[in-house]
């Protein structure tokens, strides 16, 4: 399967689970651990959200996809501007909007119309006057040249094949001092060759987690400097329920990522 038909498999997927309003987690379809509204709280508490984050987000924001929480570690301040890659129906955006206030901006930015809309439904519903989303691929984003202070993702970049070119853009967008604050999933030990072979692991998060040494290169290649990988132990329990008797969680692992662009 080319990179093409991998990113059409992923845009359709995501596509699907915001028309329908699925609350699946990163995981195949089939062997979703999630089901309704209640269920994607659950899943959100446990890739790290406190309560009162959940509590202030409009209703379908949370679709019990990711991975982390990204603003764990992202130290937002008022006034600041936010990338969102691969924003989803908002979760993270609107998280965020709040931590930077009125006087920031919150751009979160999706390949698939589906999620665009959900999300901007969301936006208007609860008066979201200092969040935007834009329709575009990460590897090539809708976003000027030195525009964020801080660029965030959960559980996106493993998504795409050219993972290279999505830091490089992640680089460009950044103001100088301007960081990376990302979680997603890594790998760390090699993929059965069953595992390898299954196409909707290559959609949910799993068959295209890269290790973290590789992951680190990366980041160093495009400029980044204080580049850090930090793997999350703890994430393998929920990772077990993502397709349970396959013993993903013996693969793949939570990391959180950062970086500052010097």
């Given at each position: 399967?080319?990179?093409?038909?991998?990113?059409?498999?992923?845009?359709?997927?995501?596509?699907?689970?915001?028309?329908?309003?699925?609350?699946?987690?990163?995981?195949?379809a089939?062997s979703?651990?999630?089901?309704?509204?209640?269920?994607?709280?659950?899943?959100?508490?446990?890739?790290?959200?406190?309560?009162?984050?959940?509590?202030?987000?409009?209703?379908?924001?949370?679709?019990?996809?990711?991975?982390?929480?990204p603003?764990?570690i992202?130290?937002?301040?008022?006034?600041?501007?936010?990338?969102?890659?691969?924003?989803?129906?908002?979760?993270?955006?609107?998280?965020?909007?709040q931590?930077?206030?009125?006087?920031?901006?919150?751009?979160?930015?999706?390949?698939?119309?589906?999620?665009?809309?959900?999300?901007?439904?969301?936006?208007?519903?609860i008066?979201?006057?200092?969040?935007?989303?834009?329709?575009?691929?990460?590897?090539?984003?809708?976003?000027?040249?030195?525009?964020?202070?801080?660029?965030?993702?959960?559980?996106?970049?493993?998504?795409?094949?050219?993972?290279?070119?999505?830091?490089?853009?992640?680089?460009?967008?950044?103001?100088?001092?301007?960081?990376?604050?990302?979680?997603?999933?890594?790998?760390?030990?090699?993929?059965?060759?069953?595992?390898?072979?299954?196409?909707?692991?290559?959609?949910?998060?799993?068959?295209g987690?890269?290790p973290?040494?590789?992951?680190?290169?990366?980041?160093?290649?495009?400029?980044?400097?204080?580049?850090?990988v930090?793997?999350?132990?703890e994430?393998?329990?929920?990772?077990?329920?993502?397709?349970?008797?396959?013993?993903?969680?013996?693969?793949?692992?939570?990391?959180?990522?950062?970086?500052?662009k010097?």
């Amino acid at each position: 399967m080319d990179d093409v038909q991998i990113k059409e498999m992923v845009r359709a997927r995501y596509g699907g689970i915001a028309a329908a309003s699925e609350t699946s987690c990163c995981a195949p379809a089939a062997s979703s651990c999630c089901g309704p509204e209640a269920a994607a709280q659950d899943k959100a508490r446990r890739m790290g959200y406190s309560e009162a984050e959940l509590a202030v987000v409009p209703e379908g924001a949370n679709l019990g996809l990711g991975c982390g929480n990204p603003l764990a570690i992202a130290a937002m301040r008022p006034g600041e501007t936010v990338v969102d890659l691969g924003s989803g129906a908002g979760l993270d955006c609107f998280l965020a909007a709040q931590q930077v206030g009125q006087t920031g901006h919150v751009i979160g930015v999706d390949m698939t119309h589906e999620m665009l809309k959900k999300a901007r439904d969301n936006a208007a519903r609860i008066g979201a006057a200092n969040v935007e989303f834009r329709l575009g691929e990460l590897e090539n984003l809708p976003v000027a040249d030195n525009t964020a202070d801080v660029v965030i993702s959960n559980c996106v970049i493993n998504l795409v094949p050219d993972k290279e070119q999505v830091f490089r853009e992640a680089f460009r967008v950044l103001k100088q001092g301007g960081r990376l604050a990302v979680s997603d999933i890594i790998n760390t030990a090699p993929l059965s060759a069953e595992l390898q072979s299954d196409p909707s692991l290559l959609c949910s998060c799993v068959a295209g987690a890269a290790p973290a040494d590789r992951v680190e290169n990366w980041l160093s290649e495009a400029g980044f400097v204080d580049v850090r990988v930090t793997p999350k132990p703890e994430s393998r329990e929920l990772i077990k329920t993502w397709a349970p008797g396959r013993n993903l969680e013996n693969h793949i692992v939570s990391a959180m990522v950062e970086a500052r662009k010097p």
